[in-house]
């Protein structure tokens, strides 16, 4: 599967993002700069975490409108895989990719922690490798990762399943609205969540459980 990651300025999760997909993917990701107009010939494309244009203005908004980002919504728009990751996740919601917002954690502060998410009921490829109900674990790391849309915008959500992941019960840590750590578009081939699974793929630093994340689109594309 070729991917590539998209580079902001204040982006600072890009080398862990492309670490994390050559150890899946075998090959290593191309790095794309906000600044371009085409993405290159890739299935999967990555909106990495970090600090976007310093945060100013709201989490993503800049960023949202970086040249690159008219071309993502056009291809997302027609299948092609997205995945955001933190900052991520905050840009696709700016850009209309994804319902909802994210806002400052209801603490104001910023968490760093190991946490476990429980797998929501989206039909999404990038669950492909996983179970409804499985708990994984995944780094916490983000100051506005509170998951937040209108009661009708929530409901509608929650009824075409595009709740992909949810903080586990009692670990909700900023707020979400009904614990949601991750959401999928209708179609289930954009996926944002708060959580990082760049940093959950090796042994040594506590889990290995975002790989699964990684392969879904694969294993989707295999029949799994």
């Keep these: ?35 371009d107009t085409t993405l290159p010939d890739v299935d999967l494309v990555v909106l990495p975490g970090g600090f976007s244009y310093g945060d100013y203005l709201r989490c993503g908004a800049i960023a949202a409108r970086s040249p690159i980002m008219a071309d993502i919504v056009a291809k997302a728009q027609k299948g092609l895989h997205v995945l955001g990751v933190c900052n991520g996740f905050q840009i696709l919601t700016e850009c209309g990719l994804l319902p909802g917002a994210l806002l400052t954690n209801e603490r104001t502060r910023f968490i760093c922690r190991q946490g476990t998410l429980v797998v929501g009921e989206s039909d999404s490829p990038f669950l492909a490798g996983l ?3 499985q708990e994984i674990s995944i780094p916490f790391k983000h100051q506005s990762g509170r998951f937040f849309a209108p009661p009708e915008m929530l409901e509608e959500i929650e009824s075409r ?28 081939n954009v996926l944002g969540l708060m959580p990082h699974p760049e940093h959950a793929v090796e042994a040594f630093s506590g889990s290995t459980d975002g790989l699964a994340i990684f392969r879904g689109p694969a294993l989707a594309g295999a029949g799994a």
């Excluded at 600072?12 to 600044?35: C, F, S, Y």
């Excluded at 399943?161 to 179609?187: H, M, W």
């Design 1 to 35: 599967m070729k991917s590539a990651v998209v580079v902001f300025p204040g982006s600072n999760r890009e080398r862990d993002m492309v670490a994390a997909l050559a150890k899946i993917h075998g090959t290593k990701p191309q790095l794309v700069w906000h600044g």
């Design 131 to 133: 179970e409804p109900g």
């Design 161 to 188: 399943g595009q709740v992909a992941f949810r903080y586990a019960p009692g670990q909700n840590p900023n707020g979400s609205l009904n614990d949601i750590a991750g959401i999928t578009n209708e179609a289930g």
